[in-house]
């Protein structure tokens, strides 16, 4: 089916979505996916060239791009045939979503269409920047068993690497290891061998307790080889979740901040609440944000405790802390940019007018930001947070030149 005939049908379960959310998506529900790079006119435009101008390109890497696809036709890659049943229907709702979001075309083209985009939208960012492409590992049970049932995607450490190979001048690669697994320290040395420059974790879809001593010699040998850990914390809605919720609490990197590991905590731990491991009495919960918040405040993390801003701006996260983050200017040199790519594609999430009415953006800067959304989804991403102001603060430039968390000796 065609995406424009597929969003089409969604019917009374997106129709209904988009009333919870109470607004209609301004730029419509799915992607034009022009091929064509970006008009020059609208690339020089003064608001775009104003954004930019201080920016050292060459330091600049969105830590944040996913890297999917079914592999129907390339090894290293899977995703759960559920995703393609309307058997299912949230999961294979949010599946296509996300392959409008990518413009990958259909089914037996996915995995070389969603690297072709991404290698097509390149052509139009700035020379130097490049991305980050995330590997996946599979979920796995207490024991290290992995568990194809129970995970939403994989993407091989060695696909990841592949693809950031092939064009170096744009890609890097961040890793992805089940810390519970036998193999976990040789996959991890032989990861950093190959370049890779994090590893990734998202511990509620993958049955990762960050807390878990299992974890300890992991961290112990990524500390001693140098390499940050970047982990989702708070509640996960993007992906499926079969492992325990309590995961995402973020006090549980603890674990790793106290073995000398950097972490990166994705999305700030921007959604949902968690229970506050730090009372001793009782089982008050609080915002994951919050808790989040305290351990950047406790001194021993400086140095080892980061936060990721991307999605802060999707509507489900924007009543949360993106203007409390544009506020703390201390903070900047701690907070990194990501794009979360393909989410910057799915039209509905991001609302601009909602973003003007907050008065985080004026509207002449939303609509030429709507405009080279229709183009580019990861350059309207890194726009959109550079144009940003609360009370006359925006995140200066060390949120966006990012590669010295990731090459220490820059």
């Not at 032989?190 to 001593?213: N, T, Y």
């Not at 930001?369 to 990861?378: A, G, I, M, Q, T």
């Amino acid at each position: 089916m065609k995406r424009r005939n597929f969003l089409l049908s969604l019917g009374s379960g997106a129709a209904a979505g988009l009333v919870a959310l109470r607004y209609w998506p301004e730029d419509g529900l799915y992607n034009e996916c022009i091929a064509d790079s970006m008009p020059g006119q609208l690339q020089q435009h003064p608001l775009i060239r104003q954004a930019i101008a201080d920016v050292d390109f060459t330091r600049v890497w969105d830590n944040h791009v996913h890297l999917i696809g079914l592999g129907k036709r390339t090894n290293g890659l899977w995703a759960n045939p559920e995703m393609m049943s309307w058997g299912h229907p949230l999961k294979h709702i949010q599946y296509r979503f996300y392959m409008d979001a990518s413009c990958a075309g259909e089914q037996e083209q996915v995995d070389q269409g969603y690297v072709e985009r991404i290698r097509q939208l390149t052509a139009d960012l700035p020379d130097g920047m490049k991305l980050m492409l995330l590997a996946f590992d599979y979920f796995h049970d207490q024991h290290g068993t992995m568990d194809r049932g129970k995970s939403f995607f994989y993407t091989a450490n060695d696909y990841a690497a592949a693809i950031a190979a092939s064009n170096p001048q744009r890609f890097e690669w961040i890793a992805s290891i089940h810390p519970y697994r036998e193999d976990s320290i040789a996959l991890l040395e032989a990861a950093v061998a190959q370049g890779a420059r994090a590893i990734k974790w998202l511990p509620e879809a993958m049955g990762i307790d960050p807390a878990s001593r299992r974890c300890i010699p992991f961290y112990q040998a990524m500390q001693r080889l140098g390499i940050p850990l970047l982990s989702h914390a708070g509640h996960e809605v993007a992906v499926g979740t079969e492992g325990s919720r309590e995961s995402g609490n973020p006090l549980l990197l603890r674990k790793a901040l106290d073995q000398g590991v950097k972490v990166i905590v994705a999305h700030c731990a921007s959604l949902g609440k968690a229970v506050d491991l730090d009372k001793r009495a009782g089982r008050t919960e609080k915002s994951s944000f919050e808790l989040f918040v305290r351990m950047m405040k406790e001194p021993q993390y400086e140095g080892l405790l980061f936060g990721d801003i991307s999605a802060l701006l999707q509507i489900n996260r924007l009543d949360g802390p993106i203007k409390y983050l544009l506020l703390q200017e201390d903070w900047n040199p701690r907070l990194i940019n990501g794009s979360d790519y393909p989410l910057p594609g799915v039209l509905p999430i991001i609302p601009l007018k909602q973003i003007v009415r907050m008065g985080l953006l004026q509207q002449q800067q939303a609509a030429i930001l709507s405009e080279v959304r229709r183009y580019n989804p990861l350059w309207f991403d890194f726009l959109l947070k550079r144009m940003l102001r609360w009370r006359g603060k925006g995140f200066s430039n060390s949120v966006f030149e990012t590669r010295r968390h990731f090459l220490p000796s820059i």
